[in-house]
């Protein structure tokens, strides 16, 4: 299931017209799920229990860690997980710390 700020859930479709403008698609699954079910292309894996963090640090670090520009505070996010729990969760960690 995925998230976005505008729209409580997203079509596959949906996703697919989004990523080809300039959003930022975050995966907030579990590495082992990744490696289980596998990677969503074009997609960053950043599982919930990291995120307030990786969300919060300095630019550079986090390009080092995810290999991918930290998004600015109103850049265009879109979170998903399995089953669309940990994404609503993830988009209320976002919300809380100022990304719109």
């Not at 479709?13 to 907030?28: A, E, F, G, R, W």
């Not at 590495?31 to 919060?56: K, M, T």
């Not at 109103?74 to 609503?88: H, Q, Y």
């Amino acid at each position: 299931s995925l998230c976005a700020g505008g729209a409580p859930g997203l079509s596959y479709q949906q996703l697919k017209d989004l990523k080809k403008t300039n959003v930022l698609h975050i995966d907030v699954r579990e590495r082992w799920e990744i490696d289980r079910y596998g990677r969503i292309p074009a997609s960053i894996n950043i599982p919930l229990g990291e995120l307030v963090e990786a969300l919060q640090m300095d630019p550079t670090d986090f390009k080092e860690q995810y290999n991918q520009k930290m998004p600015s505070k109103s850049d265009p996010v879109v979170f998903s997980c399995l089953a669309g729990t940990r994404s609503k969760q993830a988009l209320g960690v976002a919300t809380s710390l100022g990304f719109s």
